[in-house]
């Protein structure tokens, strides 16, 4: 069983910048795939990012390519998500989720979620 729990999320304006952490406790990641989603109010989920337990990553949309940038810390058990450039369209609430040897396409564990709020 692995718990996650986000952190960092907050009120920004457009153009800033904010990095969010996903912490996992009960696990390491090492073996992990781990992803961020959004959901925006009265939207779908939408898939980010993932990094890819053996390394790569794998990005949702081209508007988020070069704005959004995951990384991880095995030692410490925390992916991050830094988001520069900031839009209003970027407000949502922000979901980490991780599965084993994952491939990016399926996520069995998920956190409670981080809200991002983007003024204009």
């Known amino acids: 069983q692995v718990q996650l729990v986000e952190s960092g999320g907050g009120l920004v304006q457009a153009g800033g910048s904010l990095r969010l952490s996903c912490a996992a406790s009960?696990?390491?990641?090492?073996?992990?795939?781990v992803g961020w989603f959004r959901q925006a109010p009265g939207k779908e989920r939408e898939f980010v990012v993932a990094?890819?337990?053996?390394?790569?990553?794998?990005y949702g949309g081209d508007s988020l390519t070069g704005r959004f940038t995951i990384s991880r810390d095995n030692a410490k058990s925390t992916v991050y998500l830094q988001m520069n450039s900031l839009k209003p369209e970027d407000t949502a609430v922000y979901y980490c989720?991780?599965?084993?040897?994952?491939?990016?396409?399926?996520?069995?564990?998920w956190g409670q979620g981080t809200q991002v709020t983007v003024s204009s």
């Open positions: 009960g696990r390491t990641l090492r073996t992990y795939t």
């Open positions: 989720a991780a599965s084993l040897l994952g491939s990016g396409r399926n996520f069995d564990y």
């Open positions: 990094s890819i337990w053996n390394g790569d990553s794998t």
